[in-house]
């Protein structure tokens, strides 16, 4: 499975903006998808994950009632909604593609490339 996350830019605190991940190769709908960032001198972060239907997810309590994730598999698309959004949040945000949910980047099998987010106060 190739990955592409897609959507970034700069942003106000406070704003809203919607990350993509298009995806391409073998049966995208057989996979779970997660979402992680990297801050400049920090170490990647775990955000959010979805299961293969989008049925499930699974949310880091930091993120909880901010971000938001689908996906569309008949467009072999997953979406991360991010509302209020803070300069902390400024990031490369990156989607993955595993068996299953995971919270654990290393147990994912695809990654795409990322998304820079940035946002001023």
């Known amino acids: 499975v190739q990955l592409q996350a897609s959507g970034g830019g700069l942003v106000q605190a406070g704003a809203s903006l919607r990350l993509s991940c298009a995806a391409s190769g073998r049966t995208f709908s057989d996979y779970a998808v997660g979402w992680f960032r990297q801050a400049p001198g920090k170490e990647r972060e775990f955000l959010v994950a979805?299961?293969?239907?989008?049925?499930?997810?699974y949310y880091a309590d930091f993120v909880k009632g901010r971000f938001t994730t689908s996906r569309e598999n008949a467009k072999d698309m997953v979406y991360l909604q991010m509302n209020s959004l803070k300069p902390e949040d400024t990031a490369v945000y990156y989607c993955a593609a595993g068996s299953r949910i995971w919270d654990d980047g290393a147990l994912y099998d695809y990654w795409g490339q990322g998304t820079l987010v940035t946002v001023s106060s």
């Open positions: 979805v299961n293969w239907s989008g049925g499930a997810t």
